[in-house]
């Protein structure tokens, strides 16, 4: 079954302590993102990925790491987790295509709450 | 930049209803694509329909339809006799090369439909 897997579900940390939010696709999408849902704000991507070690910012980067060494996984790290980190973070992937844009594929999402 | 407006917050129906949820767009480009995500109350975001920009014909599929006008940049979502099982979050999207393939996402309008 095609799918994006996203581990943890749920999380609650402390302030300060380094995590990380693994992502898995098994489409073999060249393309993966992260992004965080808040309420009033919508969703907003954090990362993107266009293939193997190729990331860049999307709209709010600052607080995130991600790497991508092999294609099918994209780790989200926060190094210093903040509050204003608690989130609902969604991870997602897509083929890319000459000449067009392809729908992507998103996780189950991971719920995040740093206190 | 691209924006995406859903200017309905919040939408509630009576099971059996017609229902239209709007979904305003702002561009320069003329190379674009448009989304329709649904959030349903367990989290997951589940693609809907996408739709290019030199594409104007409305797609029907089962109880949903969709209207894509350029001369309004708009991309309506309609629910035909709309059912308990609809009630979701529903988001419009916005992607191309130039936005590096980000989805940029409206801020979702909640459906509520009740027996």
């Known amino acids: 079954e095609a799918q994006v897997t996203q581990n943890p579900r749920y999380l609650i940390t402390v302030t300060g302590k380094k995590l990380t939010v693994t992502c898995s696709q098994n489409m073999n999408h060249e393309y993966m993102s992260w992004y965080r849902q808040d309420p009033g704000l919508g969703l907003r991507q954090i990362y993107y990925?266009?293939?193997?070690?190729?990331?860049d910012k999307g709209d709010v980067p600052e607080g995130y790491k991600v790497s991508r060494k092999e294609k099918r996984n994209f780790p989200l790290i926060l190094e210093s987790p903040s509050p204003n980190q608690t989130s609902l973070y969604f991870c997602a992937s897509s083929s890319l295509v000459p000449g067009t844009v392809t729908e992507a594929f998103f996780g189950q999402g991971t719920r995040l709450t740093v206190v | 930049a691209q924006k995406v407006t859903q200017a309905q917050t919040e939408i509630s129906v009576v099971e059996k209803e017609d229902v239209t949820l709007d979904c305003v767009y702002e561009t320069r480009d003329t190379t674009y694509y448009l989304f329709w995500y649904k959030q349903p109350p367990s989290g997951e975001l589940v693609f809907l329909i996408r739709r290019n920009s030199f594409d104007e014909q409305n797609e029907i599929s089962g109880r949903y339809s969709w209207n894509f006008q350029k001369s309004t940049s708009s991309f309506n979502f309609t629910i035909t006799a709309s059912q308990v099982v609809d009630s979701a979050v529903y988001f419009c999207?916005?992607?191309?090369?130039?936005?590096?393939?980000?989805?940029?996402f409206g801020k979702g309008t909640s459906l509520l439909v009740t027996p």
């Open positions: 990925s266009m293939n193997v070690e190729v990331t």
């Open positions: 999207a916005f992607s191309n090369s130039n936005s590096g393939y980000a989805l940029n």
